[in-house]
């Protein structure tokens, strides 16, 4: 992001191989975004959305709480996430960008 659209998720996941600790993780090493929303669910998917597919973060999870579910977001281009999907009760969600990190949504919609 630049130095003056830093949003904060509730949740970055830095590549730390490339992230020191000592500052915000950047776009480039910023490896999935989670956002945890209910009042700022419109916020959330309308502005920082696009802020986060404009600066090419590969993968970005919304955590709709009115609705239970989670968004998934991934693929992004031109400042717009290509391929979206969405997570409801009794499914495990797996992140594309780092094998292994799977979920269920009954453990983070309760």
């Known amino acids: 992001m630049s130095d003056f659209d830093e949003p904060e998720p509730d949740i970055v996941l830095a590549d730390l191989r490339k992230f020191d600790g000592k ?20 916020f959330g998917r309308n502005e920082r959305l696009a802020l986060y597919a404009e600066a090419g ?13 989670i968004e998934v977001y991934r693929e992004p281009t031109v400042g717009l996430y290509q391929k979206a999907k969405i997570f409801k009760r009794g499914e495990t969600l797996a992140s594309n960008i780092l094998p292994g990190l799977a979920i269920s949504v009954d453990s983070l919609v309760d």
């Open 23 to 42: 500052r915000h993780p950047r776009a480039q090493e910023t490896l999935l975004v989670v956002e945890v929303a209910d009042t700022s669910l419109r």
């Open 57 to 69: 973060i590969q993968e970005v999870w919304i955590v709709n709480l009115i609705n239970n579910i």
